[in-house]
């Protein structure tokens, strides 16, 4: 398959969204899909493949063909953060040929919008009195943000454990649940609940990180409120089957190299409060590499590894 000679073939690229529509993977998935379609005078179709908090669709990149025309766009929960935690999942992290990373996005700690709680110290003296009280929700095998609420909980001395944990399908439905009361409180990509924190039906306590970001520079982030162990900033990025030719590698990271520059999809990108970010194939392994072992302590040493 020759990418670059796309205008001779219209047969449509399968782009695997291994998670519901709405989320930041798979929104992130769509702009990216609109400017290669562009780029490459070819259909690209975004699919989703949700199941298992990311597994079902990783499996089917996994056994794919690798000839460029069925490529997935990766997250940081599945790619890494389930790895961590479930020594049973049926894929290793770098099970994957690793393209190009896309863009990153801040973790958003927040309550719905009437909640009493304004800070996470506030919240956190209320959840210390009585764990067992208080509802968190998780997608899947744990998703991006359990590893990063684990710690951000250890910290403030409160035990993940103690708490009610439900699953949900996806950090949509997450976030629904924490709207309707089901959950008190989640952590997910701030790129995807832009219209939730403006119409004021969630309340963003504190972003992931170190830096404020340039599109909601009200929220403080978890270190400016005492919290630095919040840390992680999510990922999205391309990535295929074993064995993917370096060619084709080639192409799609050339691809999406040119794509992380152009104004039209970074605007966009920004509108959903998340940043292009990013990063060539070695690059992007190496990366990942450090987030899962970092990943991999967090899990052993909070007893969450199963």
Do not use: C
């Not at 989703?48 to 997250?75: K, R, Y």
């Not at 040119?258 to 104004?263: F, I, K, L, N, S």
């Amino acid at each position: 398959m020759h990418i670059s000679d796309a205008g001779t073939d219209q047969r449509p690229i399968d782009l695997i969204v291994p998670f519901p529509p709405d989320g930041v993977t798979d929104l992130t998935a769509r702009v990216l899909a609109d400017h290669l379609q562009h780029a490459w005078h070819r259909p690209v179709a975004v699919r989703n493949v949700a199941g298992a908090g990311g597994t079902t669709g990783t499996l089917e990149i996994l056994g794919a063909a690798p000839d460029g025309n069925t490529m997935m766009v990766s997250a940081t929960g599945q790619a890494t953060q389930n790895p961590a935690i479930d020594s049973a999942l049926p894929y290793r992290w770098d099970a994957p040929t690793f393209v190009a990373r896309v863009s990153a996005s801040a973790l958003a700690f927040v309550v719905r919008g009437e909640a009493e709680w304004h800070s996470l110290g506030a919240l956190f003296e209320q959840v210390r009195s009585a764990p067992e009280s208080y509802r968190i929700g998780t997608s899947g095998t744990g998703g991006a943000s359990i590893l990063a609420l684990a710690r951000l909980l250890d910290s403030a001395g409160i035990d993940l454990a103690r708490l009610q944990r439900l699953t949900f399908h996806g950090g949509a439905a997450i976030l629904d649940a924490v709207i309707d009361g089901r959950t008190d409180f989640a952590g997910q990509y701030l790129a995807e609940m832009r219209a939730l924190l403006a119409d004021g039906r969630l309340r963003a306590l504190a972003l992931s990180g170190t830096v404020r970001v340039n599109a909601w520079p009200q929220i403080p982030t978890a270190a400016e409120a005492g919290f630095p162990s919040f840390d992680l900033l999510g990922w999205t990025g391309i990535v295929g089957p074993p064995g993917l030719p370096a060619a084709i590698v080639d192409t799609w990271d050339s691809a999406v190299r040119a794509a992380t520059t152009d104004p039209a999809l970074v605007s966009r990108i920004e509108a959903m409060g998340a940043a292009t970010a990013y990063l060539g194939p070695h690059a992007f392994h190496q990366a990942l590499a450090a987030e899962f072992e970092i990943a991999l302590s967090t899990a052993t040493g909070l007893g969450l590894r199963k």
